[in-house]
């Protein structure tokens, strides 16, 4: 991602999204009063623009922090008044990590606290969900959108900011090319292979029914990765082959001399080829005569200079 500044990332310009340890530790040394602290968990609201819509199964989270506490203390930024509830934060990252810990019964939880708008928060959100590998190609995709419309990310951008190639984040954002009807197909057969979608937006040009009918056979495995860019390729229109120039080819019996004479055409008759060798024979003799004083000279062609 090209050197946004602090303020635009909301975050400083050193530190990557992935909270460890040496984001803590950086955090830290940052600031001489400590960034992290316990909160009530009452304290905490969800945000209502939050890119990431689906939470999962939360039992194993809960588990693990009911048996353990959370190690990754939750992203907040400080509300501008308490709401209704009494909340006093708005959660930027951690929200499996909320609710997991509301499950477990747990009245305080670590936070880090950031001073940023709601935009720069929407923003952190994205690139900490987009560095998750447990999103679906299509949530990535969304995610890719997000950044580039809301944000104005490059997608040479969003591909530093979430740790992924440049090829990879232009070729996810073609799966937004599906016909909605296409994606809930393909979301509820569990066809999650980014290659094999992509492949299938190729193959059918837009033919809503061709990719529903190939999302049908790769899940009931008719059909694999190959056999869709197989086909895609059959569908792709051949470019004709660029047809040859004639050349007319002389050899003297003797040896003295060759005779090489090329066409713009690609067919040439006889009649054709006798033409060609009168006109230059006529040139030659017109350049005889004005060397002789009796024609005015022949102005050479291009092609002659």
Do not use: C, W
Not at 44 to 60: E, V, Y
Request: net charge negative; aromatic share 4%.
């Amino acid at each position: 991602m090209s050197d946004r500044s602090s303020s635009r990332r909301g975050l400083p310009s050193r530190i990557k999204m992935r909270h460890d340890t040496h984001f803590i530790d950086e955090l830290t040394t940052r600031h001489q009063d400590p960034v992290g602290m316990m909160v009530p968990l009452a304290s905490l609201a969800p945000d209502p623009n939050q890119p990431r819509t689906a939470m999962g199964d939360l039992d194993d989270l809960a588990g693990s922090i009911r048996e353990r506490g959370i190690l990754e203390p939750i992203l907040v930024r400080p509300l501008p008044r308490p709401t209704a509830e009494g909340a006093q934060y708005r959660i930027i990252s951690g929200e499996r990590r909320f609710l997991a810990a509301r499950q477990a019964d747990l009245a305080d939880v670590p936070v880090i606290v950031f001073e940023v708008d709601e935009d720069e928060a929407i923003e952190i959100a994205l690139i900490e969900n987009l560095q998750r590998k447990d999103l679906t190609p299509f949530e990535e995709a969304e995610g890719f959108r997000a950044l580039a419309q809301r944000h104005h990310y490059t997608h040479q951008e969003i591909a530093s900011a979430v740790g992924r190639s440049r090829s990879l984040v232009s070729e996810t954002l073609k799966l937004l090319e599906m016909p909605p009807r296409v994606r809930q197909a393909a979301e509820s057969l569990d066809i999650v292979s980014r290659s094999l979608l992509l492949e299938i937006v190729r193959a059918a040009g837009g033919d809503e029914a061709a990719m529903l009918a190939m999302l049908e056979q790769s899940a009931e495995g008719q059909l694999s990765r190959d056999d869709v860019r197989a086909e895609s390729k059959a569908r792709r229109p051949r470019a004709k082959a660029r047809r040859k120039p004639h050349v007319f080819k002389f050899r003297a019996p003797d040896k003295s001399f060759n005779l090489a004479l090329s066409f713009r055409r690609s067919e040439v008759d006889r009649g054709d080829l006798i033409g060609a060798l009168e006109t230059i024979l006529a040139e030659l003799r017109s350049a005889e005569l004005a060397e002789e004083g009796l024609l005015p000279a022949a102005k050479m062609r291009p092609e002659e200079e």
